[in-house]
């Protein structure tokens, strides 16, 4: 704590927001987004925009597409097959990331490996994140050529990353006393974290990666509509930007928002009993 | 632990890596996913990249307008957060248990966040696409509807967890809702919410590039149209920006959080 001296406003009156560091930094954030957003107004590009018709034009369109839900293009059967492929791109990214990032963690974490392989990891794993995820599929796209394994080598950088970062937070928390009582037992590193680490975090895993599963639904649709990797969000990107078939956009719409509710409800349940405690 | 629970849970396990390979089977059958083709194709595509993806004299020249659209896009991922998280916040009141006013407000700021959250972005972008035409405010719609779904969530669950006990002492003084929620509810909360619209921020600004692949704006497009012209040096330099315009806000976030939090 700094000396405390009683601050006075100019009038004499006790000063009670002292201003500590913590409320000048959260002014201050909140002053440049504020200053940031107005400055963006200023200069998007408003071409061709004309708001008045393009928000009926939208509330219509919305009405269309949530009120008269139709197949024109494919029918059930295909539908129930893309949304499986979606699913099957989610699940392949998600289970290959999660058994790539649980060798990874074991050297990005602490208290189970050196401090330089450490570091190396976490800043390959930065420099990964920071590439979004629709540029790794179309590059891999150019190399592997468009199909199923781009988006999952694309999916899969992303996965890892997010993974990396969640199962190395856990394998720090483990209690010191598991690693001191199995190297008494004379147990090398590998069996210190079979039979140590895995055993008390495996559940704590195993929620992170639905949790990434859940994501990467979101992903395969994404990489589906915008990198042609096939899958429900292809159909979303034809019946949108090709027929403009507001009725089937509607009905795949629909499709998305069920699995994504499924899903939801699943990690909400694995999140109360797993994660009582944290928001994330 | 006796032999018997030992056994049980050996069983588990077995079933559980059982179904985990069934389903991983499957999926490969049906997304026509080779595996061995999959990882064989990893050390190709990395020569390629380093090859290839490499910034040259030529595309240096295309810096300034590329950093004109990056920033475009990042103005637009800040401006999306940022109003999203103005309305989050009346949401996230309206739906937290300790300061809503009533049931139904805070049923429908659930289900407003809940569907805006679960529809993804991609498919809010082609549907705005529509009718708003190829400028920065579809991008700007699409990731604003998002976020206000997420933040909504988060939000949420930040004062549900936070102000409690805070509430409780003010309503015993008398305080009123406005006063309650300027004076208790938002102070507690406002550090943990700051971290969550960074975040936001970050997640923004690599999402504005999808969505600007599909609705033809900012970053995204220009990245798009070096793509399909087979530029690879400017997709690399492209590639390049967003990296370090990612780093540097994802740094200066850390800083904001470390001090904050």
Not at chain 1, 138 to 145: H, K, T
Not at chain 1, 167 to 182: R, W
Not at chain 2, 120 to 147: D, E, K, M, R
Not at chain 2, 220 to 237: C, E, I, P
């Amino acid at each position: 704590m700094e000396a405390t001296y009683i601050r006075r406003k100019n009038d004499g009156r006790i000063n009670i927001r002292s201003g500590n560091k913590v409320d000048q930094v959260v002014r201050w954030t909140l002053i440049l987004l504020t200053i940031l957003t107005i400055v963006a107004f200023i200069f998007f590009n408003y071409a061709g925009l004309d708001l008045g018709s393009a928000i009926t034009e939208t509330a219509n369109n919305l009405k269309v597409m949530f009120l008269e839900p139709a197949l024109s293009h494919f029918n059930w059967g295909e539908a129930t097959y893309q949304v499986g492929v979606t699913l099957g791109l989610a699940f392949l990214a998600t289970i290959i990331g999660a058994i790539i990032a649980f060798f990874l963690s074991l050297m990005a974490a602490t208290n189970l490996s050196n401090v330089w392989v450490s570091r190396i990891v976490r800043v390959f794993v930065a420099i990964i994140r920071a590439v979004p995820t629709v540029l790794w599929v179309l590059i891999f796209a150019i190399a592997a050529g468009l199909g199923s394994e781009a988006a999952i080598l694309g999916m899969l950088f992303h996965s890892i990353a997010y993974l990396v970062k969640a199962f190395s937070e856990a394998f720090e928390e483990v209690d010191k006393g598991i690693f001191e009582a199995l190297q008494a037992t004379g147990a090398n590193w590998w069996h210190i974290v079979k039979s140590g680490v895995l055993p008390s975090t495996f559940t704590y895993l195993l929620s992170w990666v639905f949790l990434r599963f859940e994501i990467n639904f979101g992903v395969a649709v994404a990489m589906g509509a915008a990198a042609g990797a096939g899958g429900i969000g292809f159909d979303l990107f034809m019946a949108s930007s090709f027929y403009f078939d507001l009725r089937e956009v509607g009905f795949i719409t629909y499709a998305i928002l069920i699995i994504a509710f499924i899903l939801e409800g699943f990690s909400t349940r694995l999140k109360s009993r797993y994660f009582p405690a944290t928001s994330d | 632990m006796n032999e018997k629970t030992m056994r049980k849970s050996r069983w588990q396990t077995v079933i559980f890596l059982l179904i985990i390979i069934v389903l991983t089977y499957l999926s490969s059958a049906i997304t026509q996913f080779n595996f061995i083709d999959g990882m064989a194709t990893i050390p190709e595509a990395v020569g390629w990249i380093f090859s290839n993806l490499m910034i040259t004299q030529e595309s240096l020249g295309k810096l300034p307008k590329i950093l004109e659209k990056l920033n475009e896009t990042i103005l637009m991922s800040i401006a999306a957060t940022t109003l999203a998280a103005v309305v989050s916040l009346f949401l996230g009141l309206f739906g937290s248990k300790t300061t809503k006013i009533n049931n139904f407000l805070s049923v429908f700021a659930r289900f407003i966040a809940s569907v805006s959250r679960n529809i993804p972005v991609v498919a809010w972008s082609l549907i705005l696409l529509l009718s708003f035409g190829q400028n920065s405010v579809t991008g700007f719609l699409a990731l604003f509807v998002g976020t206000v779904g997420f933040l909504t969530r988060a939000f949420i669950e930040s004062i549900d967890e936070a102000s409690q006990s805070a509430v409780e002492a003010l309503k015993a003084t008398g305080a009123t809702y406005f006063q309650i929620v300027s004076k208790a509810v938002i102070p507690q909360c406002l550090p943990q919410m700051i971290s969550w619209i960074l975040f936001m921020i970050e997640t923004n600004i690599r999402n504005a590039t999808l969505v600007g692949i599909l609705t033809a704006t900012g970053i995204g497009y220009t990245f798009d149209v070096y793509y399909k012209t087979l530029n690879y040096n400017a997709v690399a330099l492209v590639t390049f920006c967003i990296v370090i315009a990612v780093l540097i806000v994802d740094f200066i976030s850390n800083y904001i959080r470390r001090v904050i939090l």
